[in-house]
T-cell receptor, first 112, second 111 residues
């Protein structure tokens, strides 16, 4: 299994809602990532988990809360988001440092 | 400043022509990677070139790396309409696991 899956594909939420994005991989990769991508822009790194520990947080606002329950799963908990947080949220994983990253198809998030 | 800046920002060609995209970066790297993204979807890894390599081929793709100029190019030969996508270079900046993506080139291949 060489794919990264993400659910849901689309999410519309109000600014007072709490929701979660999910990401799963079964490639045995030990590093997993969350990226945010606005239209016509490159992906921007948000968080990196390495061996289930948060190793990089790119100064992301606390309304985004990552969680890595085990080596195959990565969640992104969302609370009190702003309309400007609307974007494509991409999950990725990699087996080794300095190697290719495998991306999921993304969750298209709209905050009303 | 952002690692990995591609040019051109947009490129439109006819099917069968070659497409060349360039990427410049600012800091030392262990490797440079190229990814493709179809509209609104996830990124797909195309090719990785290590800092001690100068050229690499994969099918219709040819990547060059010039570490003295901190630049790379991606050549797609005999382009097809299905190659229409955004192409991003990504560098590790010498940092474990972390990639920084360039601004991307939007390639349109007209049938």
């Amino acid at each position: 299994d060489t794919e990264v899956t993400q659910t849901p594909k689309h999410l519309v939420m109000g600014m007072t809602n709490k929701k979660s994005l999910k990401c799963e991989q079964h490639m045995g990769h030990r590093a997993m990532y969350w990226y945010k991508q606005k239209a016509k822009k490159p992906p921007e790194l948000m968080f990196v988990y390495s061996y289930e520990k948060l190793s990089i947080n790119e100064s992301v606002p606390s309304r985004f809360s990552p969680e890595c329950p085990n080596s195959s799963l990565l969640n992104l908990h969302l609370h009190a988001l702003q309309p400007e947080d609307s974007a494509l949220y991409l999950c990725a994983s990699t087996g080794l440092a300095f190697n290719e990253q495998f991306f999921g198809p993304g969750t298209r998030l709209t905050v009303l | 400043s952002q690692q990995g800046e591609e040019d051109p920002q947009a490129l439109s060609i006819q099917e069968g022509e070659n497409a060349t995209m360039n990427c410049s970066y600012k800091t030392s790297i262990n490797n440079l990677q190229w990814y493709r993204q179809n509209s609104g979807r996830g990124l797909v890894h195309l090719i990785l070139i290590r800092s001690n390599e100068r050229e690499k081929h994969s099918g219709r793709l040819r990547v060059t790396l010039d570490t003295s100029k901190k630049s790379s190019s991606l050549l797609i030969t005999a382009s097809r309409a299905a190659d229409t996508a955004s192409y991003f270079c990504a560098t590790d900046g010498g940092s474990n696991y972390k990639l920084t993506f360039g601004k991307g080139t939007l390639l349109t291949v007209n049938p």
